[in-house]
């Protein structure tokens, strides 16, 4: 079974841009979250979606934003890039919402210049 | 603000070895602790969760202690493995929904 995929692996982006990253949940997963990574920072809860509806939302500025397709399939979009947004961002898909156990993506690392 | 707070930041020890790491929350309202195993370039993979009315819980060299009135809990990696070498993190929820993390240990084997 494929684990959580999770595209581009790598982006380079300059302040002000926006980006759009995609998350491919396991097969059967439902439900996918996102994270942000930072050495400063940690680990932190961005969005929950499932059933195609944000469920759940953490601490960060509304040009985080994301979506939810009918496959399960998540983009999250980051408008207006700030240096401070430069991080790996993780997606991670369970089986539904509020599934304990979550199943993460390698990432996509975001260096905004 | 950090709602579960981890420590050491980082540790070494000798092959057969014991890490410990330890963790503490304030929110009562968690009912949920994993711990989280991270090798560099990868996600983080599910290691080992407990629940508040269990006070051990063991898989294979990884255990898990529990002590729910200090709110606090902590992982021992029993006879420690080059392999072992990863950063960990605990975590806590309530049913399930948005993880906290805590920041972190990068424990290094020294064979």
């Known amino acids: 079974k494929a684990g959580v995929t999770q595209t581009p692996r790598y982006l380079i982006k300059t302040r002000g841009q926006q980006v759009t990253l995609s998350c491919s949940p396991i097969?059967?997963?439902?439900?996918v979250s996102w994270y942000q990574q930072t050495p400063g920072q940690g680990l932190q809860f961005l969005f929950e979606y499932f059933s195609e509806t944000q469920r759940n939302k953490g601490n960060f500025p509304g040009r985080f934003s994301g979506r939810q397709f009918s496959n399960s399939r998540s983009e999250m979009n980051v408008s207006t890039l700030e240096l401070g947004d430069s991080a790996l961002y993780l997606c991670?898909?369970?089986?539904?919402?509020?599934?304990?156990?979550?199943?993460f993506g390698s990432g996509t690392q975001l260096s905004v210049l | 603000q950090q709602q579960v707070k981890q420590s050491p930041q980082s540790l070494i020890v000798q092959k057969g070895g014991i890490s410990i790491i330890n963790c503490a929350y304030e929110n009562t309202a968690f009912d949920y602790f994993p711990w989280y195993q991270q090798f560099p370039g990868k996600g983080p993979a599910l290691l080992i969760a407990i629940r508040p009315d269990v006070s051990e819980k063991k898989e294979g060299r990884f255990t898990i202690s529990f002590n729910k009135s200090a709110k606090q809990f902590s992982l021992h990696i029993m006879d420690s493995q080059p392999g072992d070498s990863a950063t960990y993190f605990c975590?806590?929820?309530?049913?399930?929904?948005?993880?906290?993390f805590g920041a972190g240990t990068t424990v290094t084997v020294r064979a």
């Open positions: 991670a898909s369970s089986l539904r919402q509020g599934n304990e156990k979550l199943f």
């Open positions: 097969s059967g997963h439902r439900s």
């Open positions: 975590a806590a929820s309530v049913l399930g929904y948005k993880l906290s």
